[in-house]
């Protein structure tokens, strides 16, 4: 069983619909976790952290379940411009750092 | 101003030619990490660099090392390449444990 699991879609959306990702994680010591964001054959960048209470930024919503051992990434009102894949990341105590392989999504005009 | 700097961003190397990987940082920032990315599969951590201290994961291979030689800088090594490590290479910085991780651009290795 790999240590974060994710659906690799592809997620295909009209603009302005709402999509959710779920993302799985093995370890239950795992201490935080993140969302990132990669665009096609870029680099991952810092989407927004996960917190235990659900946190929000603009459109974004993401949500943390301890006892399932998972956590979600809601959008809303989705943009052309949200097309990328989207890594769900588990960090333990220290540096280690576990990625999923991502959920691609397409949002189209 | 790009803050994270990989160079190459590609990189072709032949069978068991060693080759290394640049990175170079202007965040001051005192963690560095190495994945490895292949097509479609999740950024792979290698090995990381806090401050001088060098933390390898259990599972990468010998064939891999590397160099921090300042805070700026830190190479990837690939001894002996083969075909199986061809995968987008990326670098990446925190200060301490994060929360956030800085990556580069990534150097993309092909091996022929």
């Known amino acids: 069983r790999k240590e974060v699991e994710q659906d690799p879609g592809p997620f295909n959306v009209p603009e302005g619909a709402t999509v959710a990702f779920n993302c799985t994680y093995s370890n239950s010591a795992s201490q935080s976790f993140f969302w990132y964001r990669q665009d096609c054959r870029k680099e991952p960048k810092l989407l927004m952290s996960v917190y235990s209470s659900g946190n929000e930024d603009g459109r974004f919503t993401a949500q943390l379940n301890r006892a399932s051992q998972y956590i979600s990434l809601l959008i809303r009102d989705s943009k052309l411009s949200d097309s990328a894949t989207y890594l769900c990341v588990v960090k333990g105590g220290g540096f280690k750092t576990i990625f999923g392989a991502g959920t691609r999504l397409f949002v189209k005009a | 101003d790009a803050m994270v700097i990989q160079n190459p961003r590609y990189q072709v190397t032949q069978f068991g030619k060693p080759v290394t990987l640049s990175c170079s940082q202007t965040l001051n920032h005192n963690v560095m990490y190495w994945y490895q990315q292949k097509s479609s599969q999740a950024p792979k951590l290698l090995f990381h660099?806090?401050?001088?201290?060098?933390?390898n994961e259990a599972d990468t291979p010998d064939n891999f090392q590397s160099r921090r030689p300042n805070t700026s800088f830190c190479f990837l090594d690939i001894r002996s390449p083969g075909l199986g490590d061809a995968a987008m290479y990326l670098c990446?910085?925190?200060?301490?444990?994060?929360?956030?991780?800085?990556f580069g651009p990534g150097t993309r290795l092909t091996v022929t």
């Open positions: 990446a910085t925190s200060r301490d444990q994060g929360p956030e991780q800085y």
């Open positions: 660099y806090y401050d001088k201290d060098f933390n």
